[in-house]
């Protein structure tokens, strides 16, 4: 179609990745759902190439995974050098220097001037998990809070904690006891004719009421918060809500917890999102964009908590491998060395220069939002009602994957289209996608009205 970057030379999937789908089809359950019917043959930077020679910018970058960039040449080195001397001993066998400096770094990285720790594990689950249980064993109580629309994971503890019944819980309980849920701002679907902050009061206020109708203060362990919802909608709460439950927090002596998975390595041009609040969490988990997609995760947090455990009470066999630990430092440097906080913040104002456009442009566009570089576009069938379209975002998609740019979906009606795409992605290729964004819309929109 003529694009600089983007080069879909066939239909998808092209010959090469149809036989490989029939063969996935045949061997690998249905249960692990595919976005884009294609394989990768080699990706770099913001582009992924697959087998039948297509070529996508990439909005998605793994689900906020590879915001260095794919095959980042610092982490490709690094990982090159550990595998020549070794793969994995074990921590809890025998300890590695990599792992000790990551956690140096990250405590010094995170908020706030207090004596800080950190502790390595697999994957975004296992890091809320740990975070559960380290609050649990620190403040003796039980109780975890998490909020409407939020996602965790998908162990038994994280898909308890985890909103959105279809397709995570349904006919998956019974759940995890303990595990209560309270409200979380929507700024776009606040009752109408309710002022902004009127409505932050209201969500406050209903926090506060839910520790009296669901779950004592006192029998709290841990408030587990994305400071942006992810899966949820890019929901961005007020500074308000978030400085007040932390201040209830603080008050009844629960760890405040923001999981930071998808938020954090500069997606909104800091390297946590909880920074934006002001607000300084006792503990925070990460994963994803802190390694390039070598999996590892990581709880951070106040020593005083982090430290109450006993030996052997956490950790696991592959706990903060060595790829792992390396990759995590090359990224911090890549990082400092092209100021990736800096150009979250600059593709952020980008995005969503274009996104207000769209919302001029289309009816079918709601509400855009975002903070830095966490930008999306929620589609409704009617903007007055606000009724969730679910079925334009899934045909833009399909258009977009058609001419080369790969989106993801999200929110709890999946009539939302998030952008994740690697930072180190240069000006022209951003263009591109949004430029692909746009013509998507328009390919699907019948009832496009430019104003
Ligand atoms: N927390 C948040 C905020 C997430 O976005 C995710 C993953 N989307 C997770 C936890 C779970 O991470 P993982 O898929 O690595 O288990």
Redesign the pocket.
Known sequence: MGYSFANVKTALPGPKAKALLEKRQTYVPKGVSNGIPTFIDHASGALLTDVDGNTFIDFAGA??TINVGHCNPDVVAALHDQIDKYIHPGFNVMMYDSYIELAERLSKLAPGDHDKQAIFFN????A?ENAVKIARKYTKRQGVVVFSRG????TLM?MTMTSKVRPYKFEFGPFAPEVYKAPYPYEYRRPEGMSQEAYDDYVLNEFKTFLVGDVAPETIAAVVM?PVQ??GGFIVPSKKFVQGVAQLCKEHGIVFVA?E??TGFCRTGKYFAIEHFDVVPDLI?V??SMAAGVPI?GVIGRKEIMNVANPGELGGTYSGCPLGCRSGLAVLETIEKHGLNERGAAIGQKVMERFHQFKEKFDVVGDVRGLGAMCAIEFVKDRTTKEPNKEIVSAIIQEANSRGLILLSAGLFSNVIRVLMPLVITDEQLEEGLTILEESIVAQTASLQPK
């Open positions: 689900i906020g994957s975004g689950a296992e809320v996602y965790h994971g998908r994280t994305e992810g899966e999981d998975i998808q988990t994963s994803k995760s």
